[in-house]
């Protein structure tokens, strides 16, 4: 770099950017060293500190997280540019609430994080903590594949209020089981986290040995479970909390094998009915009665029907964001049916049920 007439290489900062300084004029002035010299963040172990806050009125400890029983995996709606309809999604908040639901995953599978830019899914779960985190627990779905991604967004969603964390383990790109525990260790230290296992979307199963590990931190909060009832009943039987994340599983799992509750996609349909089947012991009548509605909601990948049947009750508009698209009009009719069978009173919304017609559904590519 040629120095300007007058001016020398002065020290570099953080930013490692190049100064122009004067040079003095007297006659025993020593040219400086301009040799580059690393700075102390590159160097030093360590070095990089959370962003943290002594703001107390959202934290929570981990036992207050372990005490949910109904999480709902809540829903993004969509306006016709795809962009966020903060003012449905806050309407769904607010029926959960109504309806006991204690606490939100945002911006997980069912509320479509993937589909988001980090800008996008920070802003929601601050927006969540900002308007309803008195009232219910916010779960922010911060976990990545990227294990330098999970430790900046999770920082990020504790910074704007968060009281968990949700974390899967790395998909596609899998590793072993030591850096799957070394993945989750570099985030659990930042507060009460969930770990989710879904080999079935992540193509690897995280062993009982990875939690068993994890569970030595006091920040893990539980597990939403999707294997089954036994791998339930062998983290009841060591300690630790269980979340089904399965809800045709979900009212055995509690009763029967240990479950705390459930992480649910189908609360965002019936909510009250979704407290119930967790509250107040066992139901037969009830879980089967919701199966059918249950079976509906995955007989495709999630959240294609929860979209699908939100648009249905007019709570959400019939936007998709791609690669989602609607049932077909077969199983848009068929859910009218479950609904008038189950009762429209249990369900979210005030409009009358409807079919919609292919037309009235906007899918995005671009937004």
């Known amino acids: 770099m040629a120095a300007l007439k007058g001016y020398g290489l002065c020290s570099v900062d953080s930013a490692l950017h190049y100064f122009p300084c004067p040079r003095p004029q007297s006659q025993g002035y020593k040219r400086r060293s301009s040799r580059w010299v690393s700075p102390k963040a590159a160097v030093v172990p360590n070095f ?5 806050s002594l703001e107390v009125k959202n934290r929570t400890n981990t036992d207050d997280i372990k005490a949910l029983r ?5 829903k993004t709606p969509y306006l016709p540019d795809g962009r966020f309809d903060l003012e449905a999604y806050d309407d769904l908040v ?3 609430i109504q309806n006991g ?3 939100v995953i945002v ?14 899914h920070i802003m929601l779960i601050g927006h969540t903590v900002n308007c309803f985190g008195g009232s219910i627990k916010v779960i922010g779905n911060t976990g990545s594949n990227s294990t330098r991604e999970a430790i900046h967004a999770t920082e990020q969603g504790f910074a704007v209020g968060m009281h968990a964390a949700l974390h899967i383990n790395p998909y596609y790109g899998k590793t072993s089981m030591d850096g799957m525990v070394a993945h989750f260790q570099s985030v659990i230290h930042m507060g009460p986290t969930i770990i989710y296992n879904v080999p079935g979307r992540t193509g690897q199963d995280i062993s009982p040995n990875v939690i068993l590990k994890l569970s030595r931190s006091p920040n893990l909060a539980g597990v939403k479970e999707c294997v089954g009832h036994k791998r339930v009943e062998e983290y009841t039987e060591s300690g630790i909390v269980v979340w089904s994340g399965n809800d045709d599983e979900c009212h055995d799992s509690r009763w029967d094998y240990g479950a705390r509750g459930v ?11 979704m407290r119930k089947l967790m509250f107040e012991g066992r139901n037969e009548s009830l879980n089967e009665k919701l199966m059918p509605l249950m079976g509906w909601l995955f007989q495709e990948p999630n959240p294609i029907g929860l979209n699908t049947a939100l648009a249905q009750l007019g709570v959400a508009r019939p936007v998709f964001r791609l690669p989602y698209v609607p049932l077909p009009l ?5 859910f009218v049916k479950m609904v008038e069978e189950i009762g429209r009173e249990h369900f979210v919304g005030e409009r009358d049920v409807q079919a919609l017609d292919d037309d009235d559904f906007i899918l995005i590519g671009r937004y």
């Open 101 to 103: 639901v204690e606490g």
């Open 263 to 273: 992480i649910s996609v189908t609360s965002n349909l019936v909510p009250g009915l």
């Open 330 to 334: 077969a199983k848009r009719v068929e």
């Open 107 to 120: 911006g997980g599978t069912t509320g479509e994080g993937q589909l988001m830019s980090w800008d996008e």
């Open 70 to 74: 109904v999480i709902t995996a809540i």
């Open 48 to 52: 990089h500190l959370p962003m943290r």
């Open 94 to 96: 607010n029926i959960q």
